[in-house]
């Protein structure tokens, strides 16, 4: 039996107003955005307008004020085909970014999962069952070191995952300064073909580290793949207005269960499905 997560009420509160709220962010797709995950708005580190790449009809657009050292940041998300891809643009931050930290949860299979995108290369993935208290370090950041209940995807997982993700430093129309942005990709899961993530309602937050200081959250919301290929994001923040990091921390157990079984649709768990010809 799982350990009874903190008590955060008005984020249970806040999922229910969302998920009720009416999907004004929703677009259609059609494939031709032309994304490349690497960190960049349209493979340049100088761009004045969101497009092609991230200014085409298919783009979703979402904004975080700025709440002390929390949000400051635009999320664009685009459903594309077998992929869901991200940019984040933290518009607010002036010094180069060391890493930025993906936080997602995947309802059908129970779990939530972190990918570290690296400024100098490479990503890191982690997993761990929803509704379980990610540790921070002294700086805000996730704590993924030993004890902090973080499992390293395995090889099988990150095959299906096929993450990509990259981070860059340059300007964009949202701030014509060099600031931090980061690009990510992974495979969405769809009938006659595995994926990652499920198109179920579910949590996502970004958070940067940056040169000092502390590291908060850029953006948090609702992510919602429509069966008509539609993408809608619905921003959710903390009781001051600023982003969180976490998602489905509910007050015992028992309320988490219902919770997403009303909500969501709790399905069999998708690593049953995660099998060749699954």
């Known amino acids: 039996m799982r350990d009874s997560p903190s008590k955060v009420p008005w984020l249970a509160l806040a999922l229910l107003a969302v998920l009720a709220a009416p999907q004004a962010l929703a677009v259609g797709i059609t494939d031709g955005c032309g ?6 708005f349209n493979g340049s580190a100088s761009s004045v307008t969101d497009g092609p790449e991230w200014g085409c009809a298919t783009v979703s657009k979402s904004g975080f004020a700025q709440v002390g050292n929390a949000g400051g940041a635009f999320l664009y998300a685009d459903q594309n085909g077998h992929n869901l891809n991200l940019m ?13 930290d993906v936080f997602f ?6 779990h939530a999962y972190l990918v570290r995108l690296q400024a100098a290369g490479g990503l890191e993935a982690f997993e761990r069952p929803i509704g379980s208290v990610a540790p921070l370090d002294a700086h805000g950041s996730f704590d993924v070191g030993a004890g902090s209940g973080w499992t390293p995807l395995t090889a099988a997982d990150l095959a299906i995952a096929q993450f990509q993700g990259a981070v860059a430093f340059g300007t964009s129309q ?7 942005m980061a690009e990510f990709q992974l495979t969405i899961n769809q009938p006659g073909a595995n994926g990652i993530y499920d198109p179920s309602p579910a949590f996502w937050s970004a958070s940067v580290k940056t040169d000092g200081g502390a590291d908060p959250p850029i953006s948090s919301g609702i992510f919602t793949l429509n069966p008509d290929g539609t ?11 600023a982003p969180v990091m976490q998602g489905s921390v509910l007050p015992e ?3 988490l269960t219902l919770f997403m079984a009303g909500l969501f649709g709790l399905r069999a768990a998708r690593r049953a499905c995660r099998l060749p010809g699954g």
């Not at 643009?89 to 180069?96: E, I, P």
């Not at 993408?231 to 207005?241: D, H, Q, R, S």
């Open 105 to 110: 949860e995947v309802v059908p299979d129970g």
């Open 231 to 241: 993408t809608t994001v619905t921003p959710v923040l903390g009781p001051g207005g």
């Open 253 to 255: 157990p028992a309320t």
């Open 35 to 40: 994304h490349v995950s690497d960190g960049l």
């Open 88 to 100: 984040y643009d933290y518009a607010a931050g002036a010094s180069t970014a060391s890493f930025f």
């Open 174 to 180: 949202n701030n014509p300064s060099p600031h931090p």
